[in-house]
């Protein structure tokens, strides 16, 4: 089957390779906009209610027996005696390493045991504002469970969390790592940031729960499956931090214990019948917020960006994978707001239809708040906050993806990179002021070579020479800063690789040809080195026509005006809008 790819992407255009992985959230972090990671509560002047205890840490260190419904001290000077329907707290100790606030039900021992019951904020605190936020580190880290090929490195400038996937399995048909015909494996790396804020007013019975997350992932995915239906989670990492204990400005101080717990998590459904290869990176990041204030709202935003090598199938699949991640606050030792968010690609590929190839990026997001330990009247919540999805890639068999010059009758092929179609060969038009490579119809493969006095006209009808604010389009779409594409240099792009893309076999389709150029004094030069192709746009300074050069040992491409229109170049054709 010749397959043709027509390559109509939603943001960023892929190279070959078949993907059905979907990688986290995030981008590179900004401490300037994080909270400071040891910013204090910031509070008003608390009161709290008159049935309330306070447990010292020598009382804590009496404690003999603790399960979160009895509790037990032993007989001695130092432990308290308890009352019945009072209220008591406690911070982190050996048998409370989360601390406790909990309801006295009834006591026995002479006080000094109680059958216990749950208790909130709100049976404690009567009124008072509490602010906290906290930036998560992996210094900040009690406990790691990491699954096997996973390994945690030191954070490094930009991400406080770094990943090392080594031979991670995603499925297993028959859960035997010697057997790899029946695997969905992972290489990569996942780098993330994570930070928290949490309010409290208990004098207007209002509660704020903010998270911000920050992802990069570079994953290549490998699979051998033959005719498999799959539906399976996998966790990949739970992390328990340390507990952090802030202490209210009461005589004696009441501690609030928050414990942050992650997880990530890599979730895959469908059905597949292909060997696959892929190699994505992925970057995402996200800030949501949850309020109550006489009901719940919520307020979310996020970007995400792909990009991965455009898909090269010949089976079929109907693949949707996430590798998402969740937080959630332990408020004491109850849980209390979670959010996680779950970006993922999705696959369909079938060679009887057309587009054969479709491929989709999206994030699902969701939020619940577990009340039972703010009190407050609040109610639990619990709200899917991002279903978001947008179509990346369709790939089309050789079916009207092609355009035919009626002035002569050769036949070219065409592509669509965002909004934007053009052809991808150079056109082969003879006209005045165009020459052959060498002026050789050798080289008739590689185009023909005009001077920009032709080029400006020699598009066929309905067609045009693109302006240099058309190539700039072409340039962001494929990844270029907005800072870079307006710059006059030989390498704009080169770390997002703007230049490789646009070569031939380059990701982007646009199969960018060296054929060198022709001097106005008739040389023909660095073909093989580089590529040539005219704009129909003048620098205004210099009334030099705006160029793009690509190179062959250069990831990026030049923009530039410093060739006079006397020389011959390429020639791309855009189609009119």
């Known amino acids: 089957m010749n397959l043709e790819k027509v390559v109509k992407i939603g943001k960023q255009v892929l190279t070959t390779g078949l993907i059905f992985s979907s990688l986290l959230y995030g981008c590179k972090k900004d401490d300037s906009t ?17 049935n309330i205890r306070i447990l010292s840490e020598q009382n804590l260190q009496e404690i003999n027996y603790f399960d979160g419904k009895e509790i037990k001290f032993n007989n001695s000077t130092n432990s308290p005696k308890l009352n019945e329907n009072t209220f008591i707290v406690g911070g982190v100790s050996q048998q409370t390493p989360d601390g406790f606030l909990k309801k006295v039900v009834t006591v026995f021992d002479n006080g000094y045991s109680a059958q216990l019951e749950e208790a909130t904020l709100d049976d404690a605190i009567e009124s008072g504002k509490i602010n906290f936020t906290k930036t998560l580190k992996s210094s900040d880290l009690e406990t790691s469970l990491l699954k096997q090929g996973v390994k945690l490195k030191n954070s490094n400038l930009d991400y406080d969390f770094t990943y090392d996937l080594f031979d991670f399995i995603i499925y297993d048909l028959d859960e035997n790592e010697n057997t790899t015909n029946d695997q969905i494996r992972a290489n990569g790396k996942i780098y993330f940031n994570v930070n928290f804020e949490i309010d409290f007013d208990f004098e207007k019975k209002t509660f704020n729960f903010k998270s911000g997350m920050e992802n990069l992932n570079r994953m290549e995915l490998e699979a051998e499956l033959t005719n498999y239906k ?7 990492v739970k992390h328990k931090f340390k507990p952090i204990t802030f202490f209210l400005p009461t005589q004696p101080p009441f501690p609030i214990i928050l414990r942050p717990i992650i997880h990530l998590y890599t979730d895959t459904k469908g059905e597949i019948d292909a060997e696959l290869r892929a190699i994505v990176e992925q970057t995402n990041s996200l800030n949501a917020s949850v309020s109550y204030d006489n009901g719940w709202t919520y307020s979310k935003n996020f970007s995400e960006n792909f990009t991965f090598d455009v898909p090269n199938a010949s089976l079929n699949a109907n693949m949707k994978n996430n590798l998402g991640s969740e937080l959630t606050i332990l408020l004491y030792d109850f849980i209390g707001p979670t959010i996680q968010v779950g970006p993922y690609l999705k696959l369909n590929v079938n060679t009887n239809s057309n587009p054969w190839l479709e491929l989709f990026g999206g994030i699902d997001g969701k939020v619940w708040v577990n009340s039972s330990k703010i009190g407050m009247g609040i109610s639990d919540y619990e709200k899917d906050i991002i279903n978001y999805e947008k179509k990346l890639l369709e790939l089309f068999k050789n079916q009207n993806n092609t355009f035919t010059d009626p002035r002569d009758g050769q036949v070219y092929d065409i592509v669509k990179i965002g909004n934007q ?7 082969n038009y003879n006209s005045s002021g165009s020459f052959y490579y060498n002026n050789d119809p050798n080289y008739s493969g590689y185009g023909k070579l005009y001077n920009w006095n032709s080029a400006i006209s020699v598009c066929p009808p309905g067609w045009h020479l693109p302006s240099d604010d058309e190539f700039k389009e072409l340039e962001i779409f494929l990844g270029m800063s907005q800072d870079e594409v307006n710059q006059k240099s030989a390498n704009r792009g080169a770390n997002e690789e703007i230049g490789t893309k646009l070569k031939k076999d380059g990701s982007s389709g646009f199969e960018g040809i060296l054929s060198g150029h022709r001097t106005a004094t008739g040389n023909y030069l660095n073909f093989g080195y580089n590529g040539y192709f005219w704009t129909s746009t003048k620098d205004g300074s210099s009334s030099n026509p705006y160029n793009r050069i690509l190179w062959k040992d250069l990831t990026g491409v030049e923009r530039d005006d410093y060739i006079f229109g006397e020389n011959y170049f390429s020639v791309r054709c855009f189609k009119d809008e």
């Open 34 to 50: 994080k909270p400071d990671n040891n910013n204090p509560p910031i509070q008003n002047e608390v009161v709290l209610s008159s």
């Open 230 to 236: 799959i539906d399976i989670s996998r966790e990949i």
């Open 421 to 427: 179609e053009m052809f991808a060969e150079n056109l």
